[in-house]
């Protein structure tokens, strides 16, 4: 599966966050399938909104976060991959 230009985040997916843990389950409500994430790929799911690319999100992270881009590029991509492929995120431009 190509990974979208521009992600989005498909909708019914809610969130509970485990408390004194940095991580959070991550339920789609329209499968009955959840995740755990850590904070940093929840951010990343909620800024697949469609309108920003993989390096639009990359930048947002890596200005949050200190870390190095090009790093943060390559850790992106692969987030979005998995995201991808477990349908998290699809693309509005099919």
Same mark, same amino acid.
């Given at each position: 599966m190509?990974?979208?230009?521009q992600?989005?985040?498909v909708?019914g +997916? ?7 843990? #940095? ?5 789609d409500?329209?499968d $009955?399938?959840?995740f %755990?994430?850590?904070?940093?790929a929840?951010a990343?799911l909620? +800024? ?5 690319s993989h390096e #639009?999100?990359?930048?947002?992270i890596?200005?949050?976060? $200190?870390?190095g881009? %090009?790093?943060v590029?390559?850790d ?10 477990l349908?998290?995120?699809y693309?509005?431009?099919?």
């Amino acid at each position: 599966m190509p990974l979208p230009e521009q992600p989005v985040k498909v909708s019914g +997916l809610e969130y509970a966050e485990l408390e004194g843990l #940095d991580e959070t389950i991550c339920l789609d409500t329209e499968d $009955g399938s959840s995740f %755990s994430l850590n904070a940093t790929a929840i951010a990343v799911l909620d +800024l697949c909104d469609g309108k920003r690319s993989h390096e #639009d999100i990359a930048a947002i992270i890596s200005d949050s976060s $200190g870390a190095g881009k %090009s790093q943060v590029l390559r850790d992106i991509r692969a987030i979005l991959e998995q995201f991808a492929e477990l349908g998290l995120i699809y693309s509005d431009q099919e």
